[in-house]
């Protein structure tokens, strides 16, 4: 991965993290929102390479953590989690198969979310469990399945377009 590609997913998952933190709860949308990070780091994990998604998610996760101030380290476990698990679902759905992409992100959104409450509980922060709380982050990771399909394509575009220079690149340099 080129310092480019650094830079541009460092660049889209500050832009998701701010619409996630600001412009959401500025909306009121808040209590069903869609895991925006999430999705692009996942999709970052499937096209590209883990070691980077992981990388960035653990940075973001820990801005997130600041954000919110639940605990350091929270957010930025569950990404690592998550992210460090994406290749099985490349392996399991291909790159290419946008739909189990997308279900695959709304399964780490119900994961995320399990292990949030999971680690909340054994600190005792939160120790209840409601009927509404399951359906809001039922219907919150049904969003992030359509962000990562919004993103999907794009995403999809702009990395087969980096490997084609790339392999142009090594093609006229003669290795």
């Known amino acids: 991965m080129t310092w480019r590609n650094w830079v541009a997913t460092a660049a889209m998952l500050l832009l998701g993290m701010l619409v996630q933190t600001a412009v959401l709860p500025a909306m009121g949308v808040m209590t069903i929102a869609p895991e925006i990070l999430l999705s692009i780091l996942v999709l970052c994990a499937i096209f590209w390479d883990v070691l980077p998604a992981a990388l960035l998610g653990c940075g973001f996760g820990v801005l997130m953590d600041i954000l919110f101030g639940r605990g350091i380290g929270m957010y930025a476990l569950t990404y690592l989690i998550i992210v460090w698990v994406a290749p099985a679902a490349r ?23 399990g292990l949030l409450w999971g680690l909340l509980y054994l600190v005792r922060a939160e120790n209840t469990l409601t009927a509404a709380m399951v359906l809001r982050r039922v219907l919150s990771a049904l969003l992030s399945a359509g962000v990562t399909l919004a993103l999907y394509y794009p ?3 702009w990395y087969t377009r980096r490997q084609e220079r790339q392999q142009r ?5 003669g290795f």
């Open 155 to 157: 995403l999809r575009w």
């Open 169 to 173: 690149y090594f093609y006229r340099s």
């Open 91 to 113: 392996r399991q759905f291909s790159a290419n198969n946008a739909i189990g992409i997308a279900l695959y992100v709304a399964l780490c959104h119900l994961l995320r979310a």
